[in-house]
């Protein structure tokens, strides 16, 4: 079935790095744009960050420009978050979702997101 | 910017619940006549759920008694015959223009 797994999450802190990795199964991966949704604790849903099918387009969020690098590996179906410079702020637990259609059949870059990871939690703290 | 409203809300079981999303802009692109907003179920300790797209097209397994409508900036997530299951958080959403916003959400729960 479609799947998205979350890991790489952890304490760490302030300042410091963490790599997040979401696997991808049971759908073409190379042909959605794929992105990042954090939830700090008790807080609403966050767009970090987002990637289209080829890498050729990527976005972020204001909050983590310049510290948050997206990235994808289509032949591994996975996708990627290096976070640096990591603040008490981005603690959140972090989604991998995916777009509810392929790239071909998109007017606009968003989408309504179809397929979440259960999320993987990352916690900056002293 | 999504803004929903309200903040949260009691329902009986077996009645409809209301939850309203207005947009600051027009969500309606004209070139499919779609409406870009989407609604999320998130119950307690889970991840969101996608329950509708395109304004009022249930994802699929969906149960009928969710819908959604609305046009333009004004939209509505009705629940009919509330069932225990339902308790949780409501997010809107728009994925007409980068980056994409929800609204804060919406707490339902069994008066």
């Known amino acids: 079935q479609v799947q998205l797994v979350e890991s790489g999450g952890g304490l760490v802190k302030p300042g410091g790095s963490l790599r997040l990795s979401c696997a991808a199964s049971?759908?073409?991966?190379?042909?959605?744009?794929m992105r990042w949704i954090r939830q700090a604790p008790g807080k609403g849903l966050e767009w970090v960050s987002d990637?289209?099918?080829?890498?050729?387009?990527?976005n972020y969020a204001d909050s983590v420009k310049g510290r948050f690098t997206i990235s994808r590996d289509n032949a591994k179906n996975s996708l990627y978050l290096q976070m640096n410079s990591l603040r008490v702020e981005d603690t959140a637990l972090y989604f991998c979702?995916?777009?509810?259609?392929?790239?071909?059949?998109?007017?606009?870059?968003?989408?309504?997101?179809?397929?979440w990871g259960q999320g993987t939690a990352v916690i900056v703290s002293s | 910017v999504m803004t929903q409203s309200p903040d949260s809300l009691a329902v009986s079981l077996g009645e409809r619940a209301t939850i309203n999303c207005k947009s600051s802009?027009?969500?309606?692109?004209?070139?499919?006549?779609?409406?870009?907003v989407a609604w999320y179920q998130q119950r307690p300790g889970q991840p969101p759920k996608l329950l509708i797209y395109?304004?009022?097209t249930r994802d699929s397994g969906v149960p009928d008694r969710f819908s959604g409508s609305g046009s333009g900036t004004d939209f509505t997530l009705t629940i009919n015959s509330l069932q225990p299951e339902d308790v949780a958080d409501y997010y809107c959403?728009?994925?007409?223009?980068?980056?994409?916003?929800f609204g804060k959400g919406n707490k339902l729960e069994i008066k």
């Open positions: 395109w304004a009022s």
């Open positions: 959403q728009q994925y007409y223009t980068t980056p994409c916003s």
């Open positions: 979702v995916k777009d509810k259609n392929p790239y071909f059949q998109k007017l606009v870059i968003g989408d309504a997101f179809d397929i």
């Open positions: 990637i289209s099918a080829s890498s050729t387009n990527i």
């Open positions: 049971g759908f073409t991966f190379s042909d959605y744009y």
């Open positions: 802009q027009s969500v309606l692109y004209r070139s499919n006549n779609k409406n870009h």
